[in-house]
């Protein structure tokens, strides 16, 4: 049974920082692409950023260039998110999910149905 659990999410004033932590078990990591999704109230679930297995390629939204940093630890089976010089628009529930193929395709991987399993979500609230 794969499991996909995300924590590190809260409550930060605007121009802080967040990390978030994805702990991946029931499939093998290192097979898997991993990427960040978020959605906030009344929107649709939007693409943040995507790592390939080997964690040497990464991509990231155009709101979140320059911001935010998506690492994994293949050893430890994680994916990370790190968050600064947060913004009022970055508050929305961030999502981990894992996409069956060891490279995503640039075309795609913003797609969520790219992704074959999903975590609960962790909430990010920034305030201003």
């Known amino acids: 049974q794969v499991q996909l659990v995300e924590s590190g999410g809260g409550l930060v004033q605007a121009g802080g920082s967040l990390r978030l932590s994805c702990a991946a078990s029931g499939l093998l990591f290192s097979s898997y692409s991993m990427g960040w999704f978020r959605q906030a109230p009344g929107k649709e679930r939007e693409f943040v950023a995507a790592i390939i297995w080997s964690g040497r390629s990464t991509y990231y939204a155009d709101s979140v260039k320059g911001r935010f940093t998506i690492a994994r630890d293949n050893a430890k089976n994680t994916v990370s998110l790190q968050m600064n010089s947060l913004k009022p628009e970055d508050t929305a529930a961030y999502y981990c999910?894992?996409?069956?193929?060891?490279?995503?395709?640039?075309?795609?991987?913003?797609?969520?149905?790219?992704?074959?399993?999903w975590g609960q979500g962790t909430q990010v609230t920034v305030s201003s």
């Open positions: 999910a894992a996409a069956p193929v060891r490279r995503l395709s640039t075309v795609t991987m913003h797609r969520p149905d790219e992704y074959g399993y």
